[in-house]
C-alpha cells in the first residue's frame, strides 16, 4: 500500500512538472505576441524605424504571419520528431529569434526575424495542447489544457508590465523597444533547460517506439489501465488508417469534414471575436481615445491583469458546464462591450477624461470575458475535439487558419482605425461577434460532434 501511495505521488509530481514546463510554450506565445503592444510607439519614432501606420501592421503582423506555417507544419514535424524534440527545438528558435529582434537595424531585417520567431510561436500555440492532452490522463486533461490557456494570457500580462516599467523608466531612451524585446529570451531560455527532462508523448511512442516504452511512461505519468487501453485502441486505429489523415479523404467523410470545419469555426471564433486589437494594439487604441504614452502603457498592464484574474476564475468553468453554452456565454458578453464602447466613442456625453475611464473599464471588462471565457474555452474545443487519429493534423490545421485570421487583421487594423475611426472599429468587431454566436450554434454542436466521433 505504501509503495502505491509513493508511486502515485511521484507520477503526480512528473505530471505537474511536465505540465507547467510545456506551458511555458504558452508563455512565450503570450510574451511574444503581447511585446509590440508597448514596443511599437518607441519602434515608429522618427529617430528609430519611423514607421507609418501601414508599416506598423507590417511588423505586428510579420510574426502573425510566420505563426500561420509553424501553426501549419507543426502536426507534421510532431508526428515525425516527437513532441518533446520538436518544443526543444521551438524553445532555441524563440531565444535566437528574439535576440535578432532586438538587434534589428531596419524595418526588413526586423520583419524577417519577428517572422522567424512567428514560426516557433504558431508551432508552440499547437504543439503545447496536443502534448499536455497526451500526457495527461482523462481526470486530469482539462486542468492541464487550461494551465497553458492560464500561461498564455500571464505571459501578455508581464510583457505589458515589463513594457510599462521600461517605458516609464527609460522613457527618454528611444531604443528601449530592444531591450523590450530581448527580455523573452529568459524564458525562452529556462523552457530550453528544462524540456531536457520532460517524457515523450506515449502516445507518439506507441506509433514510434515499442510499446512496452509507451506503457512505462504511461505508468509515469500515472495512467490509469483504462486510459491505457484506450490509448492503444487510438493508435492502432491511427496506424491502421493513416489516408484518413489527407484532405481528399477527409473531404469524402462527412463525419471527419463536419469535425474540420468544427475545428475551423473554433480557430476562428477565437480571431474575429477581436482580442488582439488590444493584445497588439492596445497601447495604440488607448492613445487615439486621448490617453497620454505613459498612462496607455500603464493601462495595458490593468488590462492584463484584470485578463489574468478573469481566466484563473474562467477555467474553473469549463469542467463544470457545456463548452457551447459556456462560448455563447462569452460571445455574448464581448457583444455587449463593444457595443458600449461603439456607443461612448459617438457621444459626447463625457468630458475626455470621464471618456478616457470609462473606455479603459470597458476595454477591460471585453478582454475579461474574451480572455476569462472566451480563449481558454476555445483552446481546450481545439485539444479535445478532434479523434486521437487525427488530432495532431487537425489542430494544425485549424491554429493554422487562426493565425491566418489574425494575421489578416492585424495587417488592416490600422487602416481600419484611419478609415473608421475608433467608433467604427468598435461596431465592426460587434458584427463579427454576432457571427461567432452563430458559428458556435451551427458547428460547436456538442450532439452533432458525438456523432461524429461515434462515427468515425
Known sequence: MKSNKVAHRLS????????????????????????????LTFISLPDQLNLSANLQGLVTASLVFGCTFGALFSGKLADKY????????????????????????????????????????????????????????????????????????????????????????LQNWHPVWRLMMLMAVVPAIVLWLLSFNLPQSPFWQLLHSTREKARKTFHRLGFPQFDIREAILASQKKQQHPHQLQFKAVVHNKYLLYLFFSGIAVAFIQQISGVNIVMYYGTTLLEKVGMGAQASLYGNVLIGLVSSLAITLGTKLTSRFSHQHILLTGLSGNIAFMLALTFIMRSSILSQSQTNIVVLILLTGFLATQQGVVSPTTWLLLAE???????????????????????????????LIAIFGTAGVFLVFTATNVLCVLLTLILVNPRLIKIAWQKF
Not at 506565445?29 to 503581447?34: H, I, R
Request: charge should be positive.
Open 82 to 169: 516527437g513532441r518533446k524534440l520538436l518544443l526543444h527545438t521551438i524553445a532555441a528558435v524563440f531565444t535566437l529569434a528574439s535576440i535578432g529582434c532586438a538587434l534589428s537595424n531596419n524595418i526588413i531585417v526586423l520583419s524577417i526575424f519577428r517572422f522567424i520567431l512567428g514560426l516557433s510561436v504558431g508551432c508552440a500555440s499547437s504543439l503545447a495542447p496536443i502534448y499536455l492532452n497526451e500526457i495527461s490522463p482523462d481526470h486530469y486533461k482539462s486542468t492541464n489544457i487550461n494551465k497553458n490557456a492560464m500561461a498564455i494570457v500571464f505571459g501578455q500580462l508581464c510583457a505589458f508590465t515589463v513594457n510599462a516599467i521600461l517605458g516609464s523608466w
Open 385 to 415: 475535439l478532434f479523434p486521437p487519429a487525427a488530432k495532431s493534423t487537425f489542430m494544425s490545421w485549424s491554429t493554422a487558419i487562426m493565425w491566418l485570421t489574425n494575421f489578416i487583421i492585424s495587417l488592416i487594423f490600422p487602416a
Open 12 to 39: 503526480n509530481t512528473l505530471l505537474n512538472y511536465s505540465s507547467y514546463v510545456i506551458s511555458l510554450g504558452g508563455f512565450l506565445f503570450g510574451y511574444d505576441t503581447g511585446v509590440v503592444n508597448g514596443a
